[in-house]
């Protein structure tokens, strides 16, 4: 998705891709309402602030994605027992912003139960 930076002008890019392959970054952003769209010039808008903020949750939620991945494999987890393990505790924090660090916690608690 091509974002224009407010401050500079500069057009730059944001991915998100699922393990599945599928790009969602227009669902991600538009359901957080991320952006705002410029009639104008018919282009999504943020701050520098906000892309760096979007750039990394997205390569935390990447990074998480694979992390999941390899322990399903490394230890023959189901997936979904991790995925509701993380559900439970969104349930209590629903901050996209404390996401990352909820993942790598229930992923922690996987490990140390299995080493």
């Known amino acids: ?8 002008g500069e057009l730059k890019q ?7 392959g599928v790009e969602w970054t227009y669902d991600l952003l538009g359901n957080n309402s991320a952006t705002t769209y410029n009639n104008e010039t018919e282009e999504h808008e ?5 892309f760096n903020w979007w750039e990394e949750y997205i390569l935390n939620d990447e990074k998480d994605a694979e992390e999941i991945t390899g322990l399903v494999e490394e230890f023959g987890i189901d997936e979904s027992e991790i995925r509701n393990k993380i559900n439970e505790y969104n349930a209590f924090n629903n901050d996209l912003g404390d996401q990352h660090s909820i993942i790598q916690n229930v992923i922690g608690e996987f490990r140390k139960e299995r080493e």
Do not use: V
């Open 46 to 50: 943020m701050s520098q602030d906000d």
């Open 1 to 8: 998705m091509k974002i224009r930076i407010i401050e500079t």
């Open 14 to 20: 944001l991915i998100a891709t699922g393990i599945n």
